[in-house]
């Protein structure tokens, strides 16, 4: 039974032997990994690794560029606004901007993309379930992830040794040289692999033995080891005798072939045309089999785990919270579900009239917090999250709180901007400061001749331009006085906003009578001393303060 065909869990079946599978049944479809609270996921077509999104390390392709000096932090929140509106790839706009090359766009995106596979291949654990079913994003098209480094860096895993070990040994007594065709690939092969790798794999053009290739290697054996087992999975490189040549069974096709649909793919410099070296014979399909089959019954894991040849196959066990089969529509709704939740929690920012408050900042926050703040609400709900069928529906929402969110930061980042928005918003808050005190006066006229409804009318109107504690008492006396309107529990609640404030003497009488009306004498007494404290000349709680007194030494 294939790895494929059951969930397992990356405890006990590495990444690489996933990979080396998917290739070998020439898979198409997704494998999900579940880890970190939510669900990474890899694309492949054709048995192609082809695209990859990770639950945890999200690195947004305009983080990368903005952190190698390509981009400016006023372009990225431009560029991100764009692709909140118009759905489109950010790379594209980014290119269509002007802002960055297509070449500096495309080696972003494979940097971040093998970035991800080498994370997955990292993991220690994780329950994976392979969907076969599942559409290949249009986006994945580009063809950005090369089969030699995606299956390096996952051999390159301490998972993988095993898998390393078993198919190095075909190499161990003899010489081992690259396949034919593979110097005129090589461009294409070895894209991402960095200059001492290229020269080591270099080495394999004639037929070389295992300890001379390690000898006097710049790269670290581990990874020396790991390229060169990707290379013989891949049948990049085949075991040779010293004066024989190497069958070749060289494989160059792209990740998508012609007529696979529509969308930009990469050219194969220097290599065939896809489609015309497709010879991945039987033999070598079994021997990759018989590898595979041998490492994973050295892990003692997975289908093949302790198993002879010929034996019947058994379904391995999936592992405790391991997506089930046909999880596309199940486990990756729990991570989409959070991210969702975060999203809508976030999302009355974007109507929030105050800028600060739109980033989640304290008023007066510094360029340097807000600059820090953007970049973290442009990495949590950048566009690229949002992406799939199970979240179309927030696209309204992530567009509005993209746009708030860049007008917040394009203003508070500007000195000049930020000043004439502090200059205004001062001056508004002058206005309703005025406002709200004429209102108040005009309450507390109507309360000295104790027209209480109209005094509560005002207080209530200079309560909405200024909830100073001052305000909010007067307005919990007219709830506590007037007999055709009183409402204890909306002035306990004014009262409870208002003795917030410990120096409004006005607020802790106020609150002092309410306890002494409910009985509570000894609330009343405290806060009622505090009044005093406040303001020592407070008649009314001085003579509140005693008849308190009087109260308790005359029990009658």
């Known amino acids: 039974m294939s790895l494929l065909d059951a969930p397992g869990d990356l405890s006990r079946t590495p990444l690489a032997a996933v990979l080396v599978e998917a290739r070998a049944r020439r898979a198409s479809g997704v494998l999900e990994v579940a880890h970190g609270g939510g669900t990474s996921r890899l694309w492949f077509h054709d048995g192609a690794p082809v695209g990859a999104q990770v639950f945890v390390g999200f690195r947004p392709l305009g983080h990368m560029l903005l952190a190698a000096g390509v981009l400016d932090i006023d372009a990225l929140s431009l560029s991100l606004v764009r692709m909140a509106e118009t759905r489109r790839p950010h790379g594209e706009i980014l290119v269509e901007m002007g802002a960055a090359s297509r070449e500096q766009v495309e080696r972003a995106l494979e940097e971040q993309q093998a970035g991800y596979v080498a994370q997955l291949a990292a993991l220690p654990a994780g329950p994976f379930a392979f969907e076969a079913s599942a559409a290949v994003p249009e986006w994945t098209r580009a063809g950005l992830l090369s089969p030699l480094r995606v299956l390096a860096d996952a051999l390159a895993a301490p998972q993988a040794a095993d898998l390393v070990g078993v198919t190095l040994r075909a190499a161990e007594a003899g010489a081992v040289k690259l396949a ?57 490189a085949a075991p040779a005798n010293p004066g024989e040549r190497a069958v070749p069974t060289l494989v160059l096709e792209s990740p998508l072939a012609e007529g696979a649909g529509p969308g930009p793919r990469r050219p194969a410099t220097g290599a065939p045309a896809p489609g015309d070296h497709r010879s991945d014979p039987a033999e070598a399909r079994a021997r990759r089999q018989r590898l595979l089959q041998r490492g994973m019954r ?51 920012r974007a109507r929030e009239k105050d800028l600060f408050a739109r980033l989640g900042l304290p008023d007066g926050a ?55 928005y502090l200059a205004r918003r001062a001056g508004a808050a002058s206005v309703r400061t005025d406002a709200a005190h004429a209102d108040f006066e005009k309450g507390e006229a109507c309360l000295r001749t104790r027209d209480l409804p109209r005094a509560r009318a005002f207080y209530e109107a200079a309560v909405r331009s200024d909830p100073r504690a001052e305000y909010l008492a007067a307005l919990a006396f007219t709830f506590l006085s007037d007999p055709r309107g009183r409402d204890r529990e909306r002035a306990r609640a004014l009262l409870a906003e208002a003795t917030k404030d410990e120096a409004c003497d006005r607020a802790l009488y106020v609150a002092g009578i309410l306890a002494r009306d409910e009985g509570d004498d000894a609330t009343a007494e405290r806060l009622l001393r505090a009044a005093i404290r406040a303001n020592p000349r407070h008649v009314d709680a001085v003579r509140e303060l005693r008849a308190l007194g009087s109260r308790r030494s005359d029990p009658r």
Do not use: C, I, W
Request: hydrophobic share 45%.
């Open 298 to 348: 050295n892990l003692g894991v997975g289908p093949f785990g302790g198993r002879t040849e010929g034996a019947a196959p058994t379904r391995s066990v999936p592992s405790p919270g391991a997506p089930p089969r046909g999880a596309s529509g199940s486990q990756p709704a729990g991570s989409d579900g959070a991210l969702r939740e975060a999203l809508l929690a976030a999302a009355p």
């Open 366 to 420: 510094g360029r340097d917090e807000v600059k820090r703040a953007f970049l973290g609400l442009a990495r949590r709900f950048h566009p690229d999250r949002f992406a799939s069928p199970s979240m179309a529906d927030l696209a309204d929402t992530v567009r509005e709180l993209f746009s708030a969110v860049n007008e917040a930061y394009e203003v508070l980042s500007d000195a000049k901007k930020r000043a004439e």
């Open 180 to 236: 034919e065709g593979y110097a005129d690939a090589e461009p294409e092969l070895a894209r991402g692999l960095d200059a001492a790798e290229r020269r080591l794999l270099a080495r394999l053009a004639a037929p070389l033995p295992l300890d001379a290739y390690l000898a006097a290697s710049e790269v670290p054996p581990e990874r020396a080891l790991a390229l060169l087992a990707a290379l013989l999975l891949l049948d990049l």
